[in-house]
């Protein structure tokens, strides 16, 4: 079976054979996709012209209305992406509630927040600017939503959730979108959209769907277009330096990878809570949709006296999780989504393995339950542990995107907050202490260099919300490394889709159209 993508208001096949999407527990192939032969230029064209002139007719509100019954059908039919995303990602319940339910929680909340801009049909930023000793000329800021479409070119790990968290904001500030899904894992975005569809909700050419390479994607955005990206660093770069992107100064927004970190501070003691919490969740982090996660811990950093119980601990709970076919009930980690995947999870191991002993795991003839190692592409859960921190490369440089972190351990405030910055830029960081100062200093000395940075104290307990969670409410990105690109953070996702001017004239004109607009610190509140 070929999947159809939905461009121009039609679902097309694409040409030739196409590209299998295969079950990474059994090898079998499942469907094919194919974008070849499709009009690219054509279908941004419509999705301009269509989709984004009836989407800019509507008020915010009525926009985020269309949210609502989006969610509705989204969450409707779960089962079905449950089903998928068990087939084309090896994923258990818990890895695809994780995007399907997240994709739902994310569109649901911008459809509620969205409701706060009510009737506008623009933003409009401060007050009126005298710029005359008469007050007969002043200025006024605007931001108007972008008559582009925003194209979006995903990553494999969050099919559901990573179409979801980027349509919301672009649909309520009435932008259509394009999306792209990552080959490997394109079904599960390609059935909701199809869903999305065939329940009429959105305008025509308001939302549309290419599965498959689509290449000359970039050869055909626009000035008023916005591209966001998630996916590597490395392919990150092609993007931002795509010659028609730079041409035409092509709005850009980048989510790419980042080697994060957990820290234990200096004052916990063995087997207290804040010990357990950061235990407990590292082992969530590796072995959560089996480590793809681009918020993933990667490295652990402890007080060098702890660095034997913090591994031990880990272990102990590594050795008990059942690792195989997800359709096993017992089964708590699935494979990760492919042979290459896999190819370069261990590739990265060995990379590792060469300045870091191993603590648990990578063996690469791990025999994984209820499958055939040839067949499948799982990865055994690895904890490394690296005592020359400040002298290691691999350990501050190579993202292992599967079940795998380094210990490491540090010596003193300096040394911490100089290992934690060799990342580079990251998207979180989360600190597991009690002591408020070194919470302070810690986040004194990393806070630029990461889009988050979560405290865990014994006040906050298991009460947080997860180090890899990303909530819709709080800023989703990264300096640096993880692409510079900032994402949700409430209301203020919407800036990526507007853009900003100044009118300069008489007061009166001003005052007019400031009526049209809704107030722009309403993203901020
Ligand atoms: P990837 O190989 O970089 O691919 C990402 C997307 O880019 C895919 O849709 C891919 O299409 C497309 N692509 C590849 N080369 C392209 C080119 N030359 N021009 C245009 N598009 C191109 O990344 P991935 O393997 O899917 O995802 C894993 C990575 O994503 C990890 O490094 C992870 O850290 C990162 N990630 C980051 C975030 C975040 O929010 N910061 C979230 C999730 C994942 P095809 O699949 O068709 O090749």
């Known amino acids: ?169 672009a649909l309520l500030a009435g932008v259509p979108v394009v999306v792209k899904p990552a080959s490997p894992t394109a079904w599960l975005t390609q059935r909701m959209v199809e869903d999305i569809v065939k329940a009429g909700i959105l305008p025509v050419g308001a939302v549309s769907v290419i599965c498959g390479s689509a290449r000359d994607l970039l050869d055909h955005v626009r000035e008023g277009d916005t591209v966001s990206f998630t996916g590597s660093a490395e392919t990150a770069m092609r993007i931002r330096s795509h010659p028609n992107v730079l041409r035409r100064s092509v709005r850009v927004n980048i989510e790419a990878d980042s080697i994060n970190s957990a820290i234990l501070g200096p004052e916990v003691a063995l087997a207290t809570d804040i010990f357990d919490l950061l235990v407990k969740e590292v082992v969530r982090e590796m072995t959560l949709k089996a480590g793809q996660k681009c918020t993933a811990i990667r490295r652990v950093l402890v007080p060098r006296q702890h660095l034997q119980a913090v591994g031990e601990a880990i272990c102990s709970q590594l050795g008990s999780l059942k690792v195989g076919n997800p359709r096993n009930p017992e089964v708590k980690m699935g494979p990760v989504v492919n042979k290459a995947q896999q190819a370069s999870c261990v590739e990265g191991l060995r990379r590792l393995k060469e300045e870091c002993s191993v603590l648990f795991g990578g063996d690469e003839r791990f025999q994984p339950i209820d499958a055939d190692p040839a067949k499948s592409a799982f990865v055994q859960p690895t904890l490394l542990a690296c005592k020359n921190g400040r002298n290691a490369k691999f350990v501050h440089d190579v993202e292992v995107f599967g079940p795998a972190a380094t210990l490491v351990a540090y010596d003193g405030q300096d040394d911490l907050i100089a290992m934690v910055r060799c990342g580079l830029g990251s998207l979180v960081a989360s600190v597991f202490s009690n002591d408020p100062g070194f919470i302070q200093n810690v986040i004194l000395g990393i806070g630029d260099m990461h889009g988050r940075t979560m405290v865990v104290d014994s006040t906050v307990g298991s009460q947080h919300t997860g180090h890899g969670n990303v909530m819709p409410s709080c800023l989703h990105g990264g300096p640096g490394r993880a692409g510079g690109g900032e994402e949700l953070a409430g209301l203020r996702a919407l800036l990526l889709y507007h853009r900003r001017f100044v009118v300069q004239g008489p007061p009166n004109c001003l005052t007019e159209l400031a009526r049209l607009s809704v107030d722009a610190s309403l993203l901020y509140s």
Not at 49 to 61: D, E, M, P, V
């Open 1 to 169: 079976m070929s999947l159809a993508n939905y461009v121009s208001g039609e679902w097309r096949k694409g040409a030739g054979s196409g590209e299998p999407l295969i079950d990474p527990v059994t090898g079998d192939e499942l469907v094919r996709i194919s974008s070849q032969g499709l009009d690219v230029e054509m279908a941004l064209e419509f999705a301009r012209s269509q989709g984004g002139q009836a989407l800019r007719k509507l008020t915010y509100r009525e926009r985020a209305d269309l949210l609502t019954k989006i969610a509705d059908v989204l969450a409707a039919n779960r089962d079905e992406y449950f089903r998928i995303s068990l087939l084309n990602a090896g994923t258990t319940e818990s890895d695809a509630s994780f995007d399907v339910d997240g994709a739902v929680f994310t569109t649901k909340y911008y459809a509620k927040i969205g409701r706060a801009l009510a009737e506008g049909k623009m933003l409009k930023e401060g007050t009126l600017i005298p710029l005359s000793k008469t007050n007969s000329f002043a200025g006024q800021h605007f931001l108007l939503p972008a008559k582009g479409v925003a194209v979006f070119i995903n990553a494999f790990n969050f099919p559901a959730w990573g179409f979801c968290e980027k349509a919301a904001p």
